[in-house]
């Protein structure tokens, strides 16, 4: 299996800052990266597919990016409503491992 | 629009079993794999199970191989999970999920259902 390692598993950070979120994959995944955000008593959403894709409706001020196998979740200007929890998952080979996830707090 | 429900929840005994299902609408539901990924109480997500858009490949995590099946029914848009020998660890909220082709990234999430395994 592929294992993903994300950090950090928590943040807390002030409206307006810049996050970030990482994510390392236990080998080669290309871009076969995905990032999901979860809400308290929700489901997972996708956010971003592809390491870089935003997926549609999402807010521009999320971005994703790679380098090799680091893979990275920006967040341009923390607005309340991003506090959430965030997984990345790999989907280059079933079974389709996810990060630890990251929770996200407004300070 | 794509839904994907799920039902099937509840509670069961340790060592019973339960069957879950997920009634898909808005998509060719034989066009594509699905995926069960579960999360426990206050954990992460866990990649339970697969099977390929006509059901000839499926795949388990090894901490339910040999206990639960997964399984679809192209004709009625529903693909389900059979339970079985449950245990306290299985404790969950159990998602159905679609992924999308080649890219294999989950493009729709049901909005899960709670399984709680407890005598």
């Known amino acids: 299996d592929i294992q993903m390692t994300q950090s950090p598993s928590s943040l807390s950070a002030s409206v307006g800052d810049r996050v970030t979120v990482t994510c390392r994959a236990g080998?080669?995944?290309?871009?076969?990266l995905n990032w999901y955000q979860q809400k308290p008593g929700k489901a997972p959403k996708l956010l971003i597919y592809?390491?870089?894709t935003l997926q549609s409706g999402v807010p521009s001020r999320f971005s994703g990016s790679t380098s090799g196998t680091d893979f990275t979740l920006t967040i341009s200007g923390l607005q309340p409503e991003d506090v959430a929890s965030y997984y990345c998952?790999?989907?280059?080979?079933?079974?389709?491992?996810f990060g630890q996830g990251t929770k996200l707090e407004i300070k | 629009e794509v839904q994907l429900v799920e039902s099937g929840g509840g509670l069961v005994q340790p060592g019973g079993s339960l069957r879950l299902s997920c009634s898909a609408s808005?998509?060719?539901?034989?066009?594509?794999?699905m995926h069960w990924v579960r999360q426990a109480p206050g954990k992460g997500l866990e990649y339970v199970s697969a099977?390929?858009?006509?059901?000839?490949?499926?795949y388990y995590a090894d901490s339910v191989k040999g206990r639960f099946t997964i399984s679809r029914d192209n004709s009625k848009n529903t693909l389900y999970l059979q339970m079985s020998s449950l245990r306290a660890e299985d404790t969950a909220v159990y998602y159905c999920?679609?992924?999308?082709?080649?890219?294999?990234?989950?493009?729709?999430w049901g909005q899960g259902t709670l399984v709680t395994v407890s005598s």
């Open positions: 999920v679609k992924s999308v082709r080649y890219s294999n990234y989950f493009d729709y």
């Open positions: 808005g998509f060719t539901f034989s066009s594509y794999a």
């Open positions: 099977i390929s858009s006509n059901g000839g490949s499926t």
């Open positions: 080998q080669n995944i290309a871009t076969y």
């Open positions: 592809a390491a870089s």
């Open positions: 998952q790999q989907s280059y080979r079933v079974p389709y491992t």
